[in-house]
């Protein structure tokens, strides 16, 4: 839809210079290097691979609900992967397993969020044309669209895909004989993540360097939204830990393929010795989870800006504690990367620093406290419109509580004996970081639908999708729990060969079911977008009354987002009922001296600022560097 | 006096450093991150014991004084540029390059100096594997640079860079300088770990 305003400004510019931004179908629809259109090709990837993902899901749930029955008619799918007596492959099951992990955790939770709204909200909220690099953008696309193609593919190899889980631990992931998904499988794999870091770095690098550069005029630090700042500790952190993980894999292929002993000591295998001597298994470890920690972050963060400016924007209230939803997300950001070996508590590490690990990971309750209870405070006496977006984000503030006191037990060493590689675990982290971060990306999507395709989704379909959704994301991992401390270990192809488990055969039963349902329910809001692109109901310019400034855009912003002038900013993104004010919001790009009314002394200060600061623009000589920047670019052009 | 006391106060325009170079620092970051992983996991490795000691090639002292210079050259280049002077900018330039390509084949033949000494990349104790991987992926990096600084040269040679478009030049030598500067942290690392 926003393209086909770009198709109209193409007719009317004859220059040759513009013609790489308004060009023919491939340059505008496919490899585009318009940030809002890079946004969408993300955003649909994502769900395209969380369509997948959730299927595999279901999948190896219906294994776990109903391990008897046969699922003889999933043949036409899965084809030799069913076994002669109708059921799931156990080594098919464990690539399930994996495959489902890795599509999440990266490409939907970190493409599918980060990259479709880190791309379509930074510079449509800080007033910027465009990310700095448009090409690079593009690239980090095309570079992420490739890494996917090859992790599709690999689902279809004979061998099947790469199966050790989504952390690849060595020896099971550097042996081709362990397993046969560690075959070509691991190989593709270890190829898709390659190509998926660099995506991830590329967009990272353009994300930080747009927030940081090319803010409009006034949009000071102290005035960004909440979602900026996430997006941009998000991107942060993914230029700090990823690079690890791309070394560690570096290490892993030489293990695999060249013969280097990295990770690889004194291995039997059918009774054969194996050359390799004197690597570390644990070494792959620390590595892994210097990123792997940092990556749950770099999942959540994008979810909860997306959250904070959702539900300031739906309680009619100012977010509460602005500068400490700050304060804590950079807390967040800083010790995500010192409790990495929380993940390792059983690996025979020194139990001293075991100890160390834990204190760090309980310190991190206290940021993630100041947050839960800062979206409380402002949805405390707010004047709540309950919008799809707003239930999903305090959705997203339920599972984060129930999640994350959980965090509490598997964060502490000592409990840990008990609940590694349980169950439990995957409970914890399926509430607090996958479930969570999905309702923060679905209020992403119901929110700035609108403002994407130029209108509305269906609320009612909305509603249905959330209260499936909810419903069925408790019924599914809160049972989980006491199966886990029940010690039902993660990964187990079957359960009914062990008398002790027999007990939960009818909860597992449930959570099969809940999850079945919830994976329907998500169908609705597949059916809601598609229709809604075309069919739904016109939004708008700002459907919400919102105070950001991608609201001040025209309904379907072309390349460059505003047609005249970028506005300027004067105040906070947040200024909702304030007192005397006219309407129940100020947007950003008013200043102070319209709104007399409502300003407190402090402001009336400030209009002073504000009519001499357009000549001080001019006078002070800040025209120079910009023109300077534009030769440059321009010389480079040649 | 209190007019330009505002000034200061209120710079509404925010900081503005060319994105391209701002881009080109957290891209560097990014490598040093990835070196800081594998240096860490050298430590953290060699922590564990089973750890064999060899000689490092007399080669690496060479291809270091080499690396030194070649940023010498680079930054008379960009010097030259500054004050327009394009033969020394051009010769500036063309010397880093014919040292950068000099230090990648150094870096070659101190592994076939390795090899001599029996330390191979493959089969052995992780300390041997160890070397071939930091130098070899720093020498990658190497080839990035020396394409970057071949673009720059084109341009010189095409007259393109000058006092008023440093921008390009500016960038190729802070990546110059940074990669240089890896290798002798690199260096310095594997001497330190090798007493």
Not at chain 2, 79 to 95: E, N, V, Y
Request: proline share 4%.
């Amino acid at each position: 839809m926003a393209t086909a305003e770009l198709k109209i400004a193409s007719d009317t510019h004859h220059d040759e210079h513009d013609h790489e931004h308004h060009g023919n179908f491939w340059t505008n629809y496919v490899f585009s290097q318009d940030h809002k259109v890079i946004a969408k090709q993300f955003l649909i990837t994502g769900i395209f691979w969380a369509l997948i993902g959730g299927a595999m899901s279901v999948i190896f749930r219906l294994q776990l609900g109903f391990p008897n029955a046969t699922v003889e008619w999933l043949k036409p799918l899965l084809g030799d992967w069913i076994t002669a007596d109708g059921k799931i492959d156990p080594e098919f099951y464990l690539a399930l397993v994996t495959m489902h992990g890795t599509i999440m955790v990266f490409f939907v939770l970190t493409a599918g969020l980060s990259g479709t709204f880190s791309n379509y909200l930074i510079p449509l909220q800080i007033g910027a044309r465009d990310m700095a690099s448009g090409f690079m953008n593009m690239l980090s696309y095309w570079f992420f669209f490739v890494s996917s193609v090859i992790m599709f593919s690999s689902i279809f190899i004979e061998t099947g895909p790469a199966s050790g889980s989504w952390v690849i631990y060595p020896p099971l992931s550097a042996l081709p004989q362990a397993m046969s998904g560690s075959g070509l499988g691991m190989t593709l794999w270890l190829a898709s993540m390659a190509l998926f870091i660099v995506s991830t770095l590329l967009g990272g690098i353009n994300y930080i360097t747009t927030v940081i550069n090319m803010r409009t005029n006034g949009m000071s630090f102290s005035r960004l939204p909440l979602t900026i700042w996430a997006f941009f500790l998000t991107a942060t952190i993914g230029l700090l830990s990823f690079p690890v993980l791309l070394s560690a894999a570096l290490l892993l292929i030489f293990d695999r393929h060249f013969g280097t002993s990295f990770y690889l000591s004194e291995i039997y295998i059918n009774g054969e010795a194996l050359p390799n001597q004197g690597g570390s298994p644990i070494l792959f470890q620390h590595l892994f989870w210097f990123l792997g920690h940092p990556e749950v972050y770099i999942v959540l963060l994008p979810a909860l800006g997306i959250t904070s400016e959702v539900i300031s924007t739906n309680s009619r209230k100012p977010i509460f504690g602005y500068k400490a939803m700050i304060g804590s997300m950079i807390g967040i950001s800083v010790l995500s990367f010192v409790v990495w070996a929380h993940h390792m508590f059983v690996t025979g590490m020194n139990p001293f620093l075991g100890s160390v690990f834990t204190l760090l990971t309980l310190v991190i309750a206290i940021p993630s406290a100041v947050k839960v209870f800062n979206y409380m405070t402002t949805l405390w006496g707010g004047n709540i419109k309950f919008t799809t977006g707003m239930l999903f984000s305090i959705g997203l503030v339920s599972f984060f509580i129930s999640g994350g006191l959980t965090g509490l037990f598997v964060g502490n060493s000592a409990v840990d004996i008990q609940l590694h590689d349980t169950y439990f675990v995957v409970a914890h982290f399926h509430l607090v970081m996958g479930s969570a971060t999905f309702f923060g990306l679905l209020a992403g999507v119901y929110h700035w639908f609108p403002k994407m395709f130029g209108r509305m989704m269906n609320e009612k379909l909305g509603y249905i999708h959330f209260w499936l959704s909810f419903a069925g994301v408790y019924l599914v991992f809160f049972p989980l729990h006491y199966i886990g401390i029940a010690g039902f270990p993660r990964r187990y192809y079957s359960f009914t060969n062990f008398n002790a488990f027999n007990d939960f055969t009818d909860l597992n039963m449930l959570v099969s079911i809940a999850a079945i349902i919830t994976f329907g329910a998500q169908l609705i809001f597949v059916f809601n977008f598609f229709y809604s692109i075309f069919r739904g109901r016109l939004a708008s310019l700002n459907p919400w009354g919102s105070n950001t400034l991608e609201w001040t855009t025209p309904r379907f912003p072309g390349h460059g987002n505003w047609p005249g002038e970028i506005p300027t900013v004067y105040r906070w993104p947040y200024d909702y009922s304030k007192p005397g004010a006219k309407e129940d919001f100020i947007m950003q790009n008013v200043p102070y001296s319209e709104t007399p009314e409502s300003n407190t002394p402090e402001e009336n200060e400030l209009i002073k600022l504000e009519l001499s600061n357009d000549d001080l623009i001019i006078q002070a000589g800040e025209e120079t560097p910009k023109k300077q920047n534009d030769q440059d670019n321009t010389q480079e052009h040649n | 006096m209190s007019v330009s006391m505002k000034i200061v106060e209120k710079p509404e325009r925010p900081l503005a450093m060319n994105p391209k170079k701002f881009a080109l620092w957290l891209f560097m970051i990014s490598i040093v991150m990835m070196f800081a992983a594998l240096t860490s996991a050298y430590i953290v490795r060699k922590g564990d014991g089973n750890w064999r000691m060899f000689e490092l090639p007399v080669l690496f002292w060479y291809s270091t004084a080499v690396v030194i210079l070649s940023s010498v050259g680079m930054q008379i280049g960009v010097m030259a540029a500054r004050k327009d002077q394009m033969a020394k900018l051009k010769w500036g330039l063309l010397s880093t390059f014919i040292l950068g390509v000099l230090f990648l084949s150094g870096q070659f033949y101190s592994w076939k100096e390795l090899i001599v000494g029996n330390v191979y990349f493959t089969g052995g104790n992780p300390s041997e594997s160890f070397i071939y991987v930091l130098t070899g992926v720093h020498w990658l990096h190497l080839v990035s640079g020396l394409i970057f600084l071949g673009i720059v040269l084109f341009d010189v040679l095409k007259l393109k860079v000058h006092s008023r478009n440093m921008n390009r030049i500016e960038m190729c030598a802070t990546y110059w300088h940074f990669l240089g500067g890896l290798w002798v942290y690199l260096f310095a690392f594997l001497l330190y770990n090798h007493q």
